[in-house]
């Protein structure tokens, strides 16, 4: 018996399924913080974000709670996915320090745990810095408003220009 070259034998493999079929697709994104340090993470694109975060913290031994993340200016929340923001290989994600009242620190959002007073700061150092890179230091009392801070940056470089 002849078999024409056109049919498949009894015992031949059926079509292999395509592998994009099968398993979620995978990117690469870049986590960058304040000062210009990445990470780079190869995820899947239905993996959460709040499992990246937790292991991009783990690794930069920081404090969860005294991050965010943002995409394009957008907070990105621990329950989206790449898939679900769009994203494509290579994008970056802004990692920011979160701004907390009281005297800054994340313990100071904690309820319940007051800190001794002959270890709170009496005052704190904030750097301010430009566009340009350019960092001006600021040493206030914890009580004090920001907006004196801001209003004595802006004076300087008011100062500054019309030199």
């Known amino acids: 018996m002849s078999r024409s ?3 498949a034998s009894p015992g031949a493999d059926p079509e292999p399924k395509s592998e994009d ?7 690469s ?3 960058k913080n304040q000062q210009d340090n990445e990470i780079v993470f190869r995820i899947k694109t239905t993996t959460s974000f709040g499992k990246v975060f937790d292991n991009y913290c783990s690794r930069q031994e920081i404090d969860r709670r005294s991050v965010r993340f943002f995409l394009d200016n957008i907070r990105i929340q621990d329950d989206d996915t790449a898939a679900g923001l769009d994203m494509e290989d290579g994008d970056e994600i802004q990692c920011h320090l979160e701004q907390l ?6 313990a100071a959002e904690r309820e319940g745990e007051p800190k001794p007073e002959d270890q709170a700061p009496t005052q704190l150092n904030v750097k301010v810095v430009d566009q340009d890179g350019n960092d001006l230091f ?6 004090t408003a920001l907006k004196k ?7 300087g470089c008011v100062r500054t220009a019309t030199r």
């Open 5 to 7: 070259a056109g049919s």
């Open 21 to 27: 079929a099968r398993k979620p697709k995978q990117l």
């Open 29 to 31: 994104v870049k986590i």
């Open 101 to 106: 009242g009281g005297d800054g620190s994340p």
């Open 138 to 143: 600021f040493k206030i009392k914890k009580h």
């Open 149 to 155: 801070v801001m209003d004595a940056y802006f004076d």
